[in-house]
């Protein structure tokens, strides 16, 4: 079978630049700083393709025997990724610092975790899925226990490792059952077998909410992320926290929706029972919080909450709205994360919530950027946040589920608490003892900058984001599988 190769562009562009980067690293003569430009120059290139295959009216195909999909859902997905890894490659041009003798080693598992989330994007097979999901997590745990000297970051990288292979051993199981029940592992073909009644599938569709919800962080499989998002080093904990979540819900969203439409009463029900205890849990554990990365982890833990509502929609407007909250997601968290390295001192990051105390006079740059990420993801408007939990949330109502919505909304109530005392710390503590924060590194400013101006950009101009992502669901051949 001929392979369209100007459709795998993308896939192309990323495997190149890790090519680039793999060779600039060897030789010793040449700057570190040259591989984290290298990143995000790919990077670059490969969304200005992915944009153009928007804008031109991708009409979905497959390649590769019918084992990946390309199509505007998986392109708009490829772009979330770029966008968080452009991003994290510019926070971590600062956090790394020129000295680092294994920095090549670092963004070449950025990008092969990258390629490993578009693959699970655009799988049009269950195996496809898998793959995709071991080449983007192998990468994670390395990266999570990147400092090796560190014994919170090896304990990160440990328990990261561990419990990554105990989930994929349920995903696995998961699709061994649905192929002896169907005897197919393509999920159009899934769809198209008998699947009511037919215990297999069932528990097998059950074991792969099971292998998503690790990868996702959903409650009661989240017990690794407050300790991954805390030892790892914040420039991975960010990454961990926006490309390989977003990567996650897409293939969750694209399994579920396309292959289980017959068993969606089944599904639906469980999705809302997550729903409800993961936004629940996420956001009272996070008000028990002193250390502001276990708060943002455990902060990630609700907003997935959220997305699950747009799930449990089971409608288009519910999955076109999911995407753009992924999207907005990935950009205030990268923000967050990238705040945080900004308060560093030379003693390390400043983790604890009080240590920011009177920081919003002596520092107003990091008091900004950091106050501007807590109000878009506490919801406030006008920021993207705000936004985005509206589609969210009137997706919900469309379909049905006002009751959801109510608990969503007081969740988000909740999370206002400890968003907000953030806020409160920098602006009305006063601090005891004098925090010498270092100076501000230009490529981290430049990159708080972007999220800053993309969240309170798209918070006011949301059209301009969401009606492409419509479009993508409009044109996808999932819309065949919804109600």
């Known amino acids: 079978m001929?392979?369209?190769?100007?459709?795998?562009?993308?896939?192309?562009?990323?495997?190149?630049?890790?090519?680039?980067?793999?060779?600039?690293?060897?030789?010793?003569?040449?700057?570190?700083?040259?591989?984290?430009?290298?990143?995000?120059?790919?990077?670059?290139?490969?969304?200005?393709?992915?944009?153009?295959?928007?804008?031109?009216?991708?009409?979905?195909?497959?390649?590769?025997?019918?084992?990946?999909?390309?199509?505007?859902?998986?392109?708009?997905?490829?772009?979330?990724?770029?966008?968080?890894?452009?991003l994290v490659s510019l926070i971590s041009i600062s956090y790394l610092g020129s000295q680092d003798p294994r920095q090549g080693q670092y963004y070449l598992l950025m990008l092969l975790s990258t390629f490993g989330m578009m693959l699970m994007a655009g799988a049009n097979d269950l195996v496809m899925v898998f793959l995709g999901l071991e080449l983007m997590s192998l990468p994670l745990y390395v990266l999570a226990g990147y400092f090796r000297t560190n014994s919170y970051s090896s304990e990160a990288g440990m328990k990261y490792l561990l419990l990554g292979a105990f989930s994929s051993c349920f995903f696995l199981y998961g699709i061994a059952l649905i192929y002896g029940g169907t005897g197919t592992t393509e999920l159009t073909e899934i769809a198209s077998s008998q699947l009511t009644n037919n215990m297999l599938v069932v528990v097998g569709m059950f074991l792969l909410i099971v292998g998503f919800g690790f990868k996702v962080g959903l409650v009661p499989f989240h017990q690794w992320a407050p300790d991954v998002y805390d030892g790892a080093p914040t420039s991975v904990a960010a990454f961990i926290a926006t490309g390989p979540k977003a990567a996650g819900f897409a293939a969750f969203f694209r399994v579920f929706i396309e292959s289980f439409s017959g068993l969606e009463n089944e599904w639906t029900i469980a999705i809302t029972i997550l729903a409800v205890l993961t936004m629940t849990v996420g956001n009272l554990a996070a008000i028990a919080q002193r250390n502001i990365k276990r708060m943002l982890a455990y902060s990630s833990i609700a907003h997935a909450g959220y997305v699950l509502v747009a799930l449990a929609a089971g409608s288009q407007d519910g999955t076109s709205s999911a995407m753009f909250y992924l999207l907005v997601y990935c950009i205030m968290n990268v923000g967050a994360f990238g705040a945080i390295i900004l308060a560093r001192t030379d003693d390390g990051d400043t983790v604890e919530i009080a240590d920011y105390a009177g920081l919003g006079f002596r520092n107003p740059v990091l008091a900004i950027f950091?106050?501007?990420?807590?109000?878009?993801?506490?919801?406030?408007?006008?920021?993207?946040?705000?936004?985005?939990?509206?589609?969210?949330?009137?997706?919900?109502?469309?379909?049905?589920?006002?009751?959801?919505?109510?608990?969503?909304?007081?969740?988000?109530?909740?999370?206002?608490?400890?968003y907000l005392r953030v806020v409160v710390t920098l602006y009305m503590k006063e601090r005891r003892v004098e925090l010498k924060v270092l100076p501000y590194p230009g490529h981290l400013v430049i990159a708080l900058i972007v999220a800053t101006a993309g969240v309170l950009l798209v918070g006011v101009l949301p059209s301009q984001i969401l009606n492409p992502v419509q479009e993508a669901i409009k044109s996808s051949m999932m819309l065949s599988a919804m109600r």
Not at 67 to 85: A, T
């Open 2 to 86: 001929e392979i369209n190769w100007q459709l795998l562009m993308p896939y192309l562009v990323i495997i190149v630049t890790f090519i680039v980067v793999l060779i600039y690293d060897m030789i010793d003569s040449l700057s570190k700083w040259g591989l984290a430009w290298l990143t995000i120059l790919g990077s670059l290139v490969a969304s200005v393709v992915s944009v153009n295959m928007l804008t031109t009216g991708l009409v979905s195909t497959t390649e590769f025997s019918g084992m990946i999909r390309i199509d505007q859902y998986s392109v708009f997905f490829n772009l979330i990724f770029f966008v968080s890894l452009i």
């Open 370 to 418: 950091m106050s501007v990420m807590m109000f878009s993801l506490a919801g406030f408007p006008p920021t993207a946040g705000f936004v985005s939990k509206f589609y969210v949330f009137r997706s919900a109502v469309e379909s049905g589920k006002t009751w959801l919505v109510i608990i969503a909304a007081i969740n988000t109530a909740v999370s206002a608490y400890y």
